[in-house]
């Protein structure tokens, strides 16, 4: 219904109307024509200013893109709410009248508004658009069905319109549509900063409301000068090209200037523009690979809730452009993402089928969710790609050959082979460009992870994920390529990222228009596949990185939201106990397999993996939410635990208990009885059963320091306390040798300065270490907490963190273990401080070996170049040793991922207090435990592996008795050989999967025997349960098992049939 009109600059009378006295001259031959000076940076600047919509946005060629504009006249509104199109549109649904100008919110709600529109008749065959800026993101319905979104997102001043016609007919004039806004721009609503916590009080105001008139030669020639205009500025002053396209579009300003905007003067620019974009390119330039993207964080500074919307608005446009533009292409990662649309927006999704059908939408990265590259474990790496490309496979028929991980912080050294395990030997990431210290010296190169696997990598050299398609990001894109010359192709991933958003019509227009034009790359649109088919190419020539991809910043998220973490690792276990249990149960009681609600579990867990979740760098409503889903998988996990193991015991009174062994070696160790009882048990691998109590050996003992303190020992370790919990002492049973560094103290609480320069959550500065301070103040000394020469023995002792802040910690030692157990309880209220606690040992070497996904990796203990000085602060997962010939002790934890070690001394890292996104991250109690593992010989063959597997992994009592003998499954006959995971197959229903991985880093031929059961087949498999062609292993001779030989590292799965 449209009203008033706004007659734009552009649309002024251009010839004055004569009067009838007046008259018109002659003009004359022109004396004098002026040739442009030499002046590059004012003809440049001129150019800059003329496409402005800051600068004289009142005469210049901004001002003209519309013909004409008309404020919208009839608005309705309805909010919050969180109402469908359905429910809102209901004929009896009361909405109210709005008018621009209004507000509406607060931050992170909902809310209706239905527009009447009627375009004027003058207007028909034009291209109208709706332009409405509500500084914050909404998604378009037309006739019922999510059309197009909106965003607060701007391009050279343009914001992100609807377009309601290409030619506007008769029966377009009226029409109405529906926009479902949400309270949050692309990258939330930090108050007072983008990654400050959401201002949760704010509200939006609706600014812009219109229909209009697109000036088509104006935009034409406006797309055009912003490309002459930008390669001006970004080639250097001595190219020749530069300078051409810096005089070309002088040329078109005057031309359009002098010609009062007419449409010659439109034409004449035009002519030169195609002049200049018509010079091509000679043979073999660089060829950029460009890719539209759209980077959506699962979560971040905005909760899962809303990512579902972000990905639905991000691609219902991204599939309105391909409508449009035949050539352009998307590529699109996480499953979950998918499935989500699938879920909540079923004809968007429909959409985007019919173009992954046609390859252009295209599923990448092989994964449930872009995880953190780091924390996750291997199982749950391996659950990523196999959710993940069962996902795609089932859904688009297509299994990704890359993965896809641009925006993590850091990646594994054993990925390589996780990947190869999936079906992927590509892999693309940028993230290492962020590095603070030391800049990746390749672009395209192999990457070889610890067991020897390739993949071929690839850093789009533009760095970025999220670019506009400029010819700056083209030429940096070229210029920035390492491995120039090697290969002459680089990936260009354009679209509005990190919160959604995608490509735009602007951006497909430039990236066409410099297709093939002198003085900038090649651009090709262009697919991930069709990049590494030419990548290998030249595989021959290309440098190999070997290890891990460390990037050198973020190292805070090892550590950031400590529950969050903790969660995590408890999940992996329990999920790996989970199904253990019913495999066994499925197998000898005929019990059903719990499939469904397996894989819904693993899936909350793989969602919390998410690379702003685990590493603990979302907002707090975020980490609430995540919460959630932990506390979903661990209610749901043990009833199931519980249900599971009645069908093999029965409730009895007395001191009948069932145990299980999740691992796959037989364990004698010290359990804790419901009833609070000790017992010393044995328990065959992998097995549930009966409480089997054996007769211990040496009790524990504890004995007074004539310093003050306590010596705990038990025939295997011997470990001196101070009165303040701190070792002073630590040696083997029959050995001299000391392990703690003279004069130092062990487990000495520290606390560190902890403000990073921007990425508060992320980032531990290097010049935290230079703040140390140790904690001192010991309010209650160490005391004995438990009965002396038993079969556990406890000393307990407080110390004071801060004025709020504090520490409990219990030591405990068991019999018949060399592990010392630190069960540690912290009350934590700081700011911006980091606690950790270290330990100088009595061991010297220039490495240390951390635990990592399947398998470990050394890291250096000096700080010789910057890359090693860069490693300041490094992840690890249940263990870290530091060894010399002979001797060397670990430091294990149950949830715990920060560690450093400079020279001899080690520093497991606990507990930050970041204020940012999360304003509350961290605050409050929390208990976690680490344990000493001192030893003789290798860590391989003094069994720090199993150890750490063992403080993870505890045995499991139940309160109920065992009926039978206990069920003994599998035995693995080498220790080198991890048996990971025993489940049901995935695709083979009758078939069981069982993976292991050589944890030494040796060969080695093992053998798998099953217990009182007959083998019919066994195939070898990879992740994704796929066979392993010609891999049919032989069943030994007795039925019952099957022997295959390991390489340094290698993960092997096997499905096994069983008779
Ligand atoms: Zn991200």
């Known amino acids: 219904m449209a009203s008033k009109r706004h007659a734009t600059n552009a649309n002024e009378c251009t010839q004055e109307k004569l009067s009838k006295t007046s008259i018109r001259l002659e003009a004359g031959v022109e004396p004098f024509q002026h040739v442009t000076l030499k002046h590059r940076r004012t003809t440049l600047e001129r150019a800059e200013k003329f496409l402005s919509h800051i600068y004289f946005a ?444 995608g490509p735009t019509e602007g951006m497909v227009d430039r990236l066409s228009r410099m297709s093939d034009c002198a003085g900038l790359p090649k651009v090709k649109m262009s697919t991930p596949d069709e990049f590494f088919k030419q990548a290998r190419k030249d595989e021959s020539k290309l440098c190999t990185w070997v290890g891990e991809l460390f990037l050198e910043l973020h190292n805070g998220t090892y550590t950031t939201i400590a529950n969050i973490k903790k969660f995590n690792r408890q999940c992996e276990v329990l999920l790996h106990d989970l199904e253990l249990l019913y495999t066994i149960l499925n197998i000898d009681h005929n019990t059903q397999y719990p499939s469904n609600e397996l894989e819904r579990l693993w899936k909350l867990l793989l969602l919390n993996q998410f690379h702003d979740v685990l590493p603990g760098s979302s907002i707090e409503l975020a980490n609430d939410d995540a919460v959630v889903y932990y506390k979903d998988i661990v209610k749901t996990g043990n009833e199931l635990l519980k249900s599971g193991i009645a069908k093999c015991s029965e409730l009895r009174k007395g001191d009948n208990f069932t145990v299980m062994n999740g691992l796959s070696w037989e364990r004698e160790e010290v359990v804790e009885l419901p009833d609070k009882t000790l017992k010393y048990v044995c328990c065959p691998a992998l097995s549930i059963g009966p409480i089997n109590a054996q007769s211990h050996p040496k009790a524990v003992e504890i004995q007074n320091r004539e310093e003050g303190g306590f010596v705990l020992s038990n025939g295997i370790v011997q470990c001196g306390l101070d009165k303040g919990g701190r070792i002073v002492s630590l040696k083997l049973a029959n050995s001299s040798k000391e392990f703690i560094k003279e004069k130092c103290h062990a487990n000495q609480f520290v606390l560190f300065d902890d403000v990073p320069l921007y990425w508060d959550a992320w980032d531990v500065m290097d010049y935290h270490l230079e703040t140390r301070s140790p904690l001192l103040d010991v309010f209650d000394p160490l005391h004995v907490c438990t009965d002396s020469n038993a079969l556990r023995g406890g000393v307990e002792f407080s110390v004071r963190i801060g004025a709020n802040s504090k520490l409990r910690q219990v030591i405990e030692l068991d019999a018949g273990s060399a592990s010392i157990k630190f069960r540690t309880f912290v009350d934590w209220h700081e700011n911006r401080k980091f606690l950790k606690v270290e330990f100088p040992f009595n061991i010297h070497s220039p490495k240390a070996t951390y635990e990592i996904q399947f398998g470990h990796l050394e890291r250096p203990t000096h700080q010789n170049t910057s890359w090693d000085s860069a490693r300041y602060e490094v992840w690890a997962h249940k263990w870290a040793d530091l060894s010399e010939f002979n001797y060397g002790v670990a430091l294990l934890n149950d949830s715990k991922y920060g560690y450093s070690t400079f020279g001899d001394t080690m520093r497991l890292s606990l507990l930050r207090s970041t204020k940012a996104p999360d304003g509350n991250a961290d605050m409050g109690e929390h208990q976690f435990t680490y344990a000493l593992f001192p030893h003789r010989g290798s860590f391989q063959n003094s069994g720090v592996i199993r150890a750490s597997y063992q403080l993870n992994n505890p045995l499991r009592i139940f309160e109920s008795g065992f009926v039978g003998d206990a069920i003994c499954f599998v035995y693995v006959s080498e220790k080198s050989v991890v048996l990971e995971t025993l489940k049901k197959a995935e695709f083979h229903r009758d078939a069981l999967l069982l993976r292991s991985y050589e944890a030494f880093g040796g060969s080695v031929a093992v053998e798998f025997t099953f217990n009182n059961r007959s083998i019919s087949k066994v195939i070898r498999c990879n992740a994704l349960e796929d066979f392993v062609e010609n891999e049919v292993t032989d069943v030994g001779k007795c039925g019952k098992s099957f022997v295959v030989d390991f390489s340094p590292f290698q993960i092997k799965s096997f499905l096994v049939w069983l008779q």
Not at 146 to 165: Q, W, Y
Not at 177 to 182: N, R
Not at 267 to 282: E, P, V, W
């Open 58 to 501: 009142d005469v210049n060629l901004y001002s003209r893109l519309y013909q004409d504009r008309v404020p919208l006249s009839s608005i309705h509104y309805f909010g919050p709410t969180k109402e469908t199109f359905s429910e809102i549109s209901e004929p009896n649904h009361s909405l109210r009248e709005f008018k621009v100008g209004e507000s509406f919110g607060p931050t992170f709600t909902r809310h209706w508004f239905k527009l009447e529109i009627e375009i004027p008749s003058e207007w028909l065959g034009g291209k109208v658009l709706l332009n409405w800026d509500a500084d914050c993101e909404g998604m378009i319905y037309k006739n019922g069905e999510p059309v197009f979104s909106l965003t607060a997102a701007d391009e050279f001043g343009i914001r992100k319109s609807f377009t309601i016609s290409e030619n506007l007919a008769s029966d377009e004039k009226k029409l109405i549509l529906w926009i479902s806004v949400s309270c949050n721009r692309l990258l939330g609503e930090g108050k007072q900063g983008m990654i400050n916590p959401p201002d949760m009080e704010k509200m939006f105001s609706l600014s812009k409301a219109e229909i209009a008139l697109v000036d088509r030669n104006a935009f034409r020639t406006f797309g055009d000068l912003c490309i002459l205009y930008d390669m001006a500025k970004s080639l250097p002053d001595t190219s020749q090209r530069g300078l051409e396209s810096l005089y070309a579009a002088n040329e078109i300003i005057n031309v359009l200037v002098k010609g009062n905007y007419s449409g010659e003067s439109y034409d004449a620019a035009q002519i030169l523009s195609d002049k200049f974009f018509k010079t091509k390119n000679r043979e073999g330039q660089h060829t950029v690979y460009a890719m539209g993207h759209c980077h959506i964080d699962s979560a971040w500074l905005w909760r899962y809730d809303e990512t579902i919307h972000k990905c639905a608005r991000s691609w219902i446009s991204t599939v309105s452009l391909m409508d449009k533009y035949p050539d352009f292409k998307f590529v699109c990662s996480q499953a979950q993402q998918f499935q989500w649309v699938k879920d909540n927006y079923p004809s968007i999704y429909k959409k985007l089928k019919h173009y992954v059908k046609k390859g252009r939408f295209i599923p990448v990265g092989g994964t449930w969710v872009e995880m953190d590259g780091n924390l996750p474990s291997g199982e749950s790496m391996i659950r990523q790609f196999l959710y993940g490309q069962k996902f795609f496979r089932e859904e688009f028929g297509l299994t990704c050959g890359e993965f896809w991980l641009p925006d993590t912080f850091g990646y594994s050294a054993n990925l390589p082979q996780i990947m190869n395990e999936s079906g992927i030997s590509n892999f693309l990431t940028q993230k290492l460009s962020w590095s603070l210290i030391n800049a990746f010296p390749h672009n395209t190169f192999h990457w070889q992870g610890i067991d020897g696997s390739k993949v071929l990598c690839h850093f789009p050299p533009g760095d970025s994920y999220g670019m506009m398609g400029t010819p700056e990001e083209l030429l940096k894109t070229m210029n920035n390529h390492k491995d120039k010359g090697r290969s002459d192709s680089s990936v260009f991933l354009y679209g509005f990222g990190d919160g959604g958003g």
